[in-house]
Each structure stands twice: as C-alpha cells, then as structure tokens.
C-alpha cells in the first residue's frame, strides 16, 4: 500500500524508495540500456561499496553476473507486496551482502478475485525546454507509454492461487547532440584557418626535428591517401556554431526502448503442513540508437550508447516450499535462477567495409562476424568515424543458480535457525567479440620536434593517412567463467529474560576456485613473465597455487532489552564478506582474447600506413600450458592467494514512546571495511621515468598493463552515522514527522 500511493519517478522502480531508509545513498542510474535493462539503480548503503548490497526476489538472489553493484532483474511496482531491507548487523542467514540485503516479495493469489489496470503518459511538451538544444531547433519529441495490469484469484478454492502482473514501457524520444567535425576547407586539404604549421612527416629526423612545413598549410592532392579520401568525402559537412573546429555539427535522430514485464506466482496450500510457491518473471526488451554520423557510425546518440540494436531478455524463478514437521519444527527451502542474455549489434556489423569498401589489409574477416561492419578512425578532436564503441559488439549469456534449504526448531526459550545456502554463477560472452581495428590520429604526426600543434594537425596526419597507432582485438573462443558459494548458518534467538533479548549467530562461507568451462583461469607468474593455463597441458586446475580461503567465519550478535514499556534499547554487530566474483576481470584476457597494439616509434612518427593495414595476428601457441607473455599484449589476472574483503558493522539504537502516539527513535550506526579489493596495474613505472622505469619491462621487456586484481590491506574505509527519527501513529499506520541523519565516511 506504501508502495502504490507514494510518489515514485516516472520509471516507478521500488529502488528509487530505498532513499527513505537511513544512511542509504541516493540512488541513481547506472551503466547503458543494453548492459542495464531492467533499470536497476546503483545504491551505497552506510559508507559500504556498491557491490555489497544484495538484491533478492522471494528470498533468491537476483544479482547481475556482470555488474555486480546492480540487481539483474527488478519487478514490475504493482506486481511486489513487500520490500524487506538490512543495512546493518544482519542476521546470520543473509550472507552474499556487506551492505545492505534487500528482499522483494511478490504478491500471491487470494480466494477473491482482485485486479488492476493503468496507463501512464509523458511528452515533451510536459518537459522543459533542454538547456543545449540549438535556439533554431524546435523541442525534440519525447513520447513515453507505461501501460499494464494485474490479477490474482483462485483456482481452487482455499488451495490452488494465482497471480500475474505485466508492464510494458514504450520509450520514443528524438535523441540529439553537437560535436566536432572538420571544416570544409579541411575537406579540401586546407588548413589555412591554423594558427600552426603543418609539418611533412616524410621530411626531418625520426625525433621529429628538421621537418618542412607543406606550402600554404595545403596538402598536396597527390598526398592525400585515396582511403581517407573516402571517408573524407563521406563525411558531412559542419552545420552549427561560429566558425571553428568545436562543437559545430548538431544531429538528431530517433531513439527507441521497448521493455516489457511479466512477473507470475502460483501458490498452493498442498496439505495443511505443505505449502509451496512457484515465481517466473520474464523481461523481454530492445534498444536502438541512431548513429552520430549516419552510415559512417560514430557511436549512439541516445541512451543505448551504441549505434544500432541492442536485444535481450532476462528471465528470474523462485520455487520455494515451506513443511511443518511438528509445531516446533519447520523446514523450508526454495532454488532460484536468473538469467541475463544481452547482446549489442552496431549499424552494418554484417557489411566488410574495411576490407572490401575502404581496401584495408586485415581489418574485417569474412569467418568472423563481429568482425564485420567499419573499423574506428580516431581522430584527435573530432568524432570517430567508423565503429566508435571499442567494446561493441558483444553478447552474454549469463545464468545463475541457488539452491537453500533451512529449519526452524522452537525449544523453550529458544528460537534455533540453521541452514545452507549454494550459488553457482556463469559468465559466458563476449566483450568485445571483436574488433576489425582502430586508427588512432594525433597532432604530432604532423608536428615538429618543439612546436605546438592542435586538432587541425590531427586531421591532417588522417587525410595523410598516417595513424600513429593501431589497435586491433581478436576473441579466439567464447569467453566463459564458472563460480560457486556454499555456506552454513546457525542462529538461535534467546529470550534470556522477559525484558532481554539475544539473538546469537555464526555465519560460514566459502568462495570455490573460480573456473572457466573446460579448465582453469590463468595464473601469471611475476618471477618468469610466463602465463600459466590452470587445467591445460600438464598444469593442474589449480597450477598448484590457487587456493579460497576455508576460514570465513562471519558471527552475528545482537541483543534487546526493556527498560520499560515503552523503552526499548537495541543493539548488534555482524561480520560480512564481500561477494566479489574474482573471475570478473580475467574473464576478457589472453589468450583466450589478443588485444593487439602497434604504435609509432615516439609521438612523431606513424605506426603504418592506412594502405598497409593491420598485420596477420595468429592465435597463441598455447604449447604445455606455461607460455611467455608477448611485452605488447595487455593481462587481466588475480592474485592465486586472494584475500577477501570483510565489513565489520555494529549499532546501538535508542527507541522511547513518548505518548500522544508519538514515538522516537535515535541511534549510532557504524562499519568499517578491511582489505578491500583493488585493480591495479603491475607493470608500474616511476613518475616520468617512461616505458623504460616499467618494473616488467626492466625485467622482461613487458611494455603493456598489467592489471592485478587483490585485496589492498589494512583498514580501508568506515562510516559513521546518526540517526533520529520521530513518528506519529494514526489508525491504519505510523506517519513520519521528521527524520535526521548525519553521517561521515572516512
């Protein structure tokens, strides 16, 4: 009922309220359409990082695989009876949560037939004017349709009940945007509108002394490379703005996301000691964008980020039971899964233009077709022309799976609860699937040893023809990670006298060796710049050096006591790991992805030519398993003896009736966190030492990142809040007066 009569933005996620619980962040969104489709809002709770809060649909975990600081699959608001939030000291059985565990409910059938049905419209003539539109351009249309309805009844009275909600979202809006395009003199090879010269990259030294400037800032026609002359005549022309290099293109186009909902629930009373639950939800969307550049791509304008369609759907079960052995004793259990599929396909992915239109070497592959469609021409200052989007295109599909069983045993004055509960996580998909090349265009390709340049020098080294790097990235096979969690809980709740209350726990975890599906990640050793392929070869799963922790215990106190009637004084502390999915970052590395990369010899010098393409990569000699790393080829690995993170959270909460159905309420809440995990990258250089002061490259002549993913040791962050809270009650609920809350993070 709160739910559905507090006002919500018009996305009406549940999300959004969590802002009213104490020390919970705002939330906002996070991340494209297409890699958050449900909409799911990013939130902090008490200082914590995003990742560790929980999201669960009828007790099941419904985390994105991927994004882990955001939920995979939020219900429709009509279609949710109860929302249940922890942010501080939880009990013993939420684990997989360090800062906030959140539990939705969705509704059940009754033996009375109840629905519901709504419409919901926004347009752009209810909307403001957007600061940035162009005083010539009318308001872009912004049309929003958010329809829907439920019903719940019986099937068989007293024992079989249903529930459906479906809610559908139409989103049409006209996306636009200003960028940086060349002037029409620069088209014709002319830069004469430069204040700085345009030096020949053919002439003067390597250190790029001693050049010649070209006659009149003109490019020769016999100079300009018959490549970049078609993209250059493909190109528009600037159409806003005083004259200049600057934001001088305005574009618009159409945007389209469609998103529909279906949240269902069976529930049946079996016998008068057996009652189960059954849940599906299903999410079925599309996203597509309009390119900043037409045909010649550029990336989305819109809110897909990428130019072209984006599809998916994402599909959340729970089926739970509940069985009363005795009046004393009862056993209930439920499996969930969830699963994220999403994919993102840019504007003519199934076209060879960087082979068969622009007649560039080594770009598209006719065996590949993510390969397929333009490669990137990154021009320093301007728009990318081609393929703008370095992770696009790419494809998940990633299922989760749970499985929980627990008992509730009453004895006396104690109330023992006690537990397992197992994960299994898939991280299957392609970031990027592939990438037919990108030519990086800067100003000191047509500078001088000394000089000064600008953005007109970058465009001139492009119609040159002459990047100053390329980079190429090849997925050899299908990028796959597996990771599991088991745990065991005990928790028994003491009425230790009539005023004081104990609720005494203790949580075990323990996070498996992560895997991919035929064998093990991979292991770097630092000592040799070899990299291990755990499980290939003669290599163990493990290469004899990988090894979770056994010894995760995490207890959870808490205690109650009466002072009075109407006085009541709380209290807790808990310990809770971080959920982290160490396979995350690996997931997209060598070999079983190349991130190819060929730069000049300094800033001066071009790394080719467009004519010459990209050289032949070939697929790494995997051998026994131990392979020496090439210095150019960029890793993501984990430390084989991770640490993981903990919280550790405690309050002290104050609650007094102070009459006239007035109540009060204040508190001190508090967490810290150890050992947080860190990205870092290995191959670290000292400031302005350059590639040569890089320890890999020292040792070994490794000149590409090394990121490493580990703990970082020692008290990292805590939080502190206050908290206060006055309340009236009036027949049918509490009504909040006023509330207060100071907090700082360290």
Same mark, same amino acid.
């Given at each position: 009922?709160?739910?559905?009569?507090?006002?919500?933005?018009?996305?009406?996620?549940?999300?959004?309220?969590?802002?009213?619980?104490?020390?919970?962040?705002?939330?906002?969104?996070?991340?494209?359409?297409?890699?958050?489709?449900?909409?799911?809002?990013?939130?902090?709770?008490?200082?914590?990082?995003?990742?560790?809060?929980?999201?669960?649909?009828?007790?099941?975990?419904?985390?994105?695989?991927?994004?882990?600081?955001?939920?995979?699959?939020?219900?429709?608001?009509?279609?949710?009876?109860?929302?249940?939030?922890?942010?501080?000291?939880?009990?013993?059985?939420?684990?997989?949560?360090?800062?906030?565990?959140?539990?939705?409910?969705?509704?059940?059938?009754?033996?009375?037939?109840?629905?519901?049905?709504?419409?919901? +419209?926004?347009?752009?003539?209810?909307?403001?004017?957007?600061?940035?539109?162009?005083?010539?351009?009318?308001?872009?249309?912004?049309?929003?349709?958010?329809?829907?309805?439920?019903?719940?009844?019986?099937?068989?009275?007293?024992?079989? &009940?249903?529930?459906?909600?479906?809610?559908?979202?139409?989103?049409?809006?006209?996306?636009?945007?200003?960028?940086?395009?060349?002037?029409?003199?620069?088209?014709?090879?002319?830069?004469?509108?430069?204040?700085?010269?345009?030096?020949?990259?053919?002439?003067?030294?390597?250190?790029?002394?001693?050049?010649?400037?070209?006659?009149?800032?003109?490019?020769?026609?016999?100079?300009?490379?018959?490549?970049?002359?078609?993209?250059?005549?493909?190109?528009?022309?600037?159409?806003?703005?005083?004259?200049?290099?600057?934001?001088?293109?305005?574009?618009?186009?159409? &945007?389209?996301?469609?998103?529909?909902?279906?949240?269902?629930k069976v529930t049946w009373n079996a016998t008068n000691k057996l009652n189960l639950n059954g849940r599906v939800s299903y999410l079925d969307w599309t996203c597509g964008d309009p390119a900043w550049l037409g045909d010649l791509g550029g990336g989305g304008i819109g809110r897909c980020t990428y130019d072209g369609l984006s599809f998916g759907?994402?599909?959340?079960?729970?089926?739970?039971?509940?069985?009363?052995?005795? $009046?004393?004793?009862?056993?209930?259990?439920?499996?969930?899964?969830?699963?994220?599929?999403?994919?993102?396909?840019?504007?003519?992915?199934?076209?060879?233009?960087?082979?068969?239109?622009?007649?560039?070497?080594?770009?598209?592959?006719?065996?590949?077709?993510?390969?397929?469609?333009?490669?990137?021409?990154?021009?320093?200052?301007?728009?990318?022309?081609?393929?703008?989007?370095?992770?696009? $295109?790419?494809?998940? +599909?990633?299922?989760?799976?749970?499985?929980?069983?627990?008992?509730?045993?009453?004895?006396?004055?104690?109330?023992?609860?006690?537990?397992?509960?197992?994960?299994?996580?898939?991280?299957?998909?392609?970031?990027?699937?592939?990438?037919?090349?990108?030519?990086?265009?800067?100003?000191?390709?047509?500078?001088?040893?000394?000089?000064?340049?600008?953005?007109?020098?970058?465009?001139?080294?492009?119609?040159?023809?002459?990047?100053?790097?390329?980079?190429?990235?090849?997925?050899?096979?299908?990028?796959?990670?597996?990771?599991?969690?088991?745990?065991?809980?005990?928790?028994?709740?003491?009425?230790?006298?009539?005023?004081?209350?104990?609720?005494?726990?203790?949580?075990?975890?323990?996070?498996?060796? $992560?895997?991919?599906?035929?064998?093990?990640?991979?292991?770097?050793?630092?000592?040799?710049?070899?990299?291990?392929?755990?499980?290939?070869?003669?290599?163990?799963?493990?290469?004899?050096?990988?090894?979770?922790?056994?010894?995760?215990?995490?207890?959870?106190?808490?205690?109650?006591?009466?002072?009075?009637?109407?006085?009541?004084?709380?209290?807790?502390?808990?310990?809770?790991?971080?959920?982290?999915?160490?396979?995350?970052? $690996?997931? +997209?590395?060598?070999?079983?992805?190349?991130?190819?990369?060929?730069?000049?010899?300094?800033?001066?010098?071009?790394?080719?030519?467009?004519?010459?393409?990209?050289?032949?990569?070939?697929?790494?000699?995997?051998?026994?398993?131990?392979?020496?790393?090439?210095?150019?080829?960029?890793?993501?690995?984990?430390?084989?003896?991770?640490?993981?993170?903990?919280?550790?959270?405690?309050?002290?909460?104050?609650?007094?009736?102070?009459?006239?159905?007035?109540?009060?309420?204040?508190?001190?809440?508090?967490?810290?966190?150890?050992?947080?995990?860190?990205?870092?990258?290995?191959?670290?250089?000292?400031?302005?030492?350059?590639?040569?002061?890089?320890?890999?490259?020292?040792?070994?002549?490794?000149?590409?990142?090394?990121?490493?993913?580990?703990?970082?040791?020692?008290?990292?962050?805590?939080?502190?809040?206050?908290?206060?809270?006055?309340?009236?009650?009036?027949?049918?609920?509490?009504?909040?007066?006023?509330?207060?809350?100071?907090?700082?993070?360290?």
């Open positions: 009922e709160e739910l559905q009569n507090t006002p919500v933005p018009f996305t009406r996620n549940y999300q959004n309220l969590l802002l009213t619980v104490p020390g919970m962040s705002p939330p906002v969104n996070a991340h494209s359409v297409p890699a958050n489709p449900s909409r799911s809002l990013q939130v902090n709770a008490n200082g914590t990082n995003s990742q560790s809060a929980n999201f669960r649909v009828d007790g099941a975990t419904t985390g994105h695989p991927w994004l882990p600081h955001i939920a995979g699959y939020v219900p429709s608001l009509d279609a949710i009876e109860t929302v249940s939030i922890v942010s501080n000291s939880f009990d013993a059985e939420q684990g997989y949560a360090g800062g906030a565990a959140v539990n939705v409910q969705i509704k059940s059938g009754t033996n009375d037939l109840h629905g519901s049905g709504y419409e919901y +419209h926004f347009n752009q003539h209810l909307k403001a004017r957007p600061y940035f539109l162009p005083a010539s351009q009318g308001k872009e249309k912004r049309v929003v349709n958010q329809w829907g309805g439920t019903i719940g009844g019986p099937i068989i009275r007293n024992k079989l &009940f249903y529930f459906a909600a479906f809610e559908g979202t139409f989103d049409r809006q006209g996306a636009f945007g200003i960028t940086s395009l060349p002037t029409a003199a620069m088209h014709r090879g002319e830069f004469t509108e430069s204040t700085r010269q345009i030096f020949d990259p053919l002439t003067g030294a390597l250190d790029g002394s001693g050049r010649t400037p070209f006659a009149g800032n003109v490019l020769p026609a016999s100079r300009i490379s018959p490549i970049a002359k078609k993209l250059n005549d493909l190109l528009p022309m600037p159409n806003y703005g005083p004259a200049g290099i600057a934001n001088n293109y305005f574009t618009s186009g159409g &945007f389209a996301f469609d998103r529909k909902t279906l949240d269902t759907h994402t599909l959340s079960m729970t089926y739970s039971g509940t069985y009363t052995l005795t $009046p004393s004793l009862i056993i209930d259990a439920y499996a969930g899964y969830t699963l994220y599929d999403a994919r993102t396909e840019p504007i003519r992915m199934g076209e060879n233009l960087g082979t068969d239109f622009l007649g560039i070497p080594g770009t598209n592959e006719k065996s590949n077709k993510f390969l397929g469609g333009w490669p990137a021409f990154t021009i320093s200052g301007f728009r990318t022309i081609g393929r703008a989007n370095t992770n696009a $295109p790419w494809f998940y +599909h990633s299922p989760q799976s749970q499985y929980v069983a627990n008992a509730s045993w009453v004895h006396g004055k104690h109330n023992v609860r006690f537990g397992f509960d197992s994960m299994l996580v898939h991280l299957d998909g392609d970031e990027p699937a592939g990438f037919p090349g990108n030519f990086n265009f800067t100003p000191g390709v047509t500078g001088i040893l000394g000089g000064t340049t600008d953005n007109y020098n970058s465009y001139a080294a492009f119609l040159l023809g002459l990047p100053q790097s390329i980079q190429k990235t090849v997925n050899w096979v299908p990028n796959t990670a597996r990771t599991t969690a088991q745990s065991l809980y005990i928790r028994d709740k003491w009425q230790a006298t009539r005023k004081l209350t104990l609720s005494l726990g203790l949580r075990w975890d323990y996070w498996g060796m $992560p895997t991919r599906a035929d064998r093990g990640l991979e292991v770097y050793d630092f000592a040799t710049n070899t990299l291990k392929l755990c499980g290939f070869g003669n290599l163990p799963k493990d290469c004899g050096v990988i090894s979770m922790s056994k010894k995760l215990f995490a207890p959870r106190l808490g205690a109650a006591y009466r002072i009075t009637d109407s006085f009541v004084v709380r209290a807790g502390y808990g310990l809770a790991y971080d959920p982290v999915n160490i396979a995350r970052n $690996p997931l +997209h590395s060598y070999p079983v992805l190349t991130n190819f990369a060929l730069p000049g010899a300094n800033s001066f010098q071009p790394s080719s030519r467009l004519a010459d393409g990209i050289p032949t990569i070939s697929p790494p000699a995997l051998g026994n398993g131990s392979i020496v790393v090439p210095g150019t080829v960029a890793l993501e690995v984990f430390d084989p003896k991770f640490r993981r993170a903990y919280v550790e959270s405690w309050n002290v909460m104050l609650e007094k009736e102070i009459g006239g159905r007035w109540m009060a309420e204040a508190g001190y809440v508090a967490n810290g966190s150890r050992h947080q995990q860190n990205r870092w990258n290995a191959n670290y250089g000292s400031i302005g030492g350059g590639a040569a002061s890089q320890v890999l490259n020292r040792a070994f002549g490794r000149t590409a990142g090394t990121n490493y993913f580990s703990d970082t040791g020692g008290f990292t962050s805590s939080y502190n809040s206050l908290q206060s809270t006055l309340l009236r009650r009036f027949s049918g609920g509490y009504f909040l007066k006023f509330a207060y809350t100071w907090s700082k993070a360290i």
